[in-house]
Each structure stands twice: as structure tokens, then as C-alpha cells.
């Protein structure tokens, strides 16, 4: 084949795997943020996105969830085609585990759904709703933490520094939020947002490390 009209499929499917990552977040907090905005007795400060899957809309909330773990799962295997693989192996259990987390909800908080008044006693999906946020946001620190070592090998101190502070926050505010319950809700947020900040900037700067996919313009 010529070489200015080859293509390389394999380049193009890495480069649209990572744009998924750059996808997921916004995708995820949009449209969280609209149902939460909706819907009766969401308090920011009290209550976490998830528990938007109880009530009759929870379904909603449950698709998002499983549609940006879908999305996060694919951004994870572009990331591992990219070279970064142990950094993609921790962004696809991530993935794997927000889908898992939709398919058993939260507990009632609170406030929410409306009408309940106070803490329910730790049910089966509940406790398995945490685990699996535990693993996926364990998972993401981790994925943040060992992406900034591969930009260190690099020689990309700046990009270090910044992937590994995302990690350490994404794993203190969910450890702090969990401990310390509805009072520790902006550390549960500010492990959110970051995470997923972090997931955009990082599936943008490997996309700039795949060749671009047709071979005459690298």
C-alpha cells in the first residue's frame, strides 16, 4: 500500500477509545447534576449523586452510572494500547466497578428519597454499592498515581506532579468522605470531580502519544 493513502486502524481505535475518556466525566456530571436539580429532596450538601438510582426516576441515575463506567471501561483499554498499561488495567476496573455499583443501589439517606427521615440499616445492595464505589475509587487513585510514574520515566515532571496529587486527592476525599458520613460530602464530591478531571486530561495527553492514524501526515 502506498504510504500516503495508508492507514493505521490500529492507531485509529486507540485514539477513539481515549476520546472516551475525555467523554465519560462531563457525560457523567451533566447529567447527574440535571437530575439532581429535579428532583425533590436532593440536598448537595447531604447527599452523593448515587443516591439518585432510589425512587421511581432511580433509573435514570442508574443508566448514567453504567453508560460512563461503559465508557470509562473503554478509555481504560485505549490507555493500555497507548502503552500506559497498568495505568489503563486500574482506569478499566474503575469502569467495571461504577457499572457493578448501577446494578445494586444505595441505601435511603436522610432527606432522600423524600419522606425519609432518617439513616436506614445497612442493607445487602447497599453494602455491596460501597464496595464497589470502594474499589473503583481506589482504582482511579491508583490509576492517577502510576500514570505520574510513567511521566516521570518520561521526563514530564509537571505532568508527574499533577497526576499524582489527582490520585492522592481522588483516594483522601472518598476515604474522608465515607469516614465522616454526611459531613465528609465534600470530600465524596471533590473525589468525584477530580477523578474524572484527571481521567479528561489524562486520556488527552496519550491521545497525543498515538501516531496519528493515516501515516502521511505524522
Do not use: C, K
Request: charged share 10%; glycine share 16%.
Amino acid at each position: 500500500m502506498d504510504q500516503e493513502t495508508e492507514f493505521d486502524t490500529a492507531a485509529a481505535v486507540t485514539r477513539s477509545m481515549l476520546g472516551w475518556g475525555v467523554v465519560a466525566g462531563p457525560f457523567y456530571l451533566v447529567v447527574g447534576l440535571v437530575l439532581a436539580l429535579t428532583r425533590d429532596g436532593f440536598d448537595f450538601s447531604r447527599h452523593p449523586l448515587s443516591v439518585l438510582m432510589l425512587g421511581d426516576l432511580g433509573w435514570m441515575q442508574t443508566a448514567n452510572l453504567a453508560l460512563s463506567g461503559l465508557m470509562v471501561l473503554v478509555a481504560g483499554v485505549g490507555m493500555a494500547r497507548a502503552h500506559a498499561r497498568g495505568t489503563g488495567i486500574a482506569v478499566g476496573i474503575y469502569g467495571v466497578a461504577m457499572m457493578a455499583s448501577a446494578v445494586f443501589p444505595p441505601d435511603p439517606m436522610p432527606g432522600f428519597p423524600p419522606g425519609q427521615d432518617g439513616a436506614t440499616t445497612p442493607g445487602t445492595s447497599g453494602i455491596l454499592h460501597l464496595a464497589f464505589g470502594g474499589v473503583g475509587f481506589v482504582s482511579l487513585a491508583v490509576a492517577a498515581l502510576l500514570l505520574g510514574g510513567w511521566f516521570a520515566r518520561r521526563g514530564e515532571g509537571r505532568a508527574a506532579v499533577w497526576s499524582r496529587v489527582a490520585g492522592v486527592v481522588v483516594l483522601v476525599g472518598f476515604v474522608g468522605g465515607v469516614a465522616l458520613g454526611p459531613s465528609g460530602m465534600a470530600g465524596l464530591w471533590l473525589a468525584v470531580v477530580v477523578g474524572f478531571a484527571w481521567l479528561l486530561l489524562a486520556s488527552l495527553r496519550l491521545y497525543r502519544t498515538v501516531p496519528h492514524p493515516e501515516v502521511a501526515r505524522r
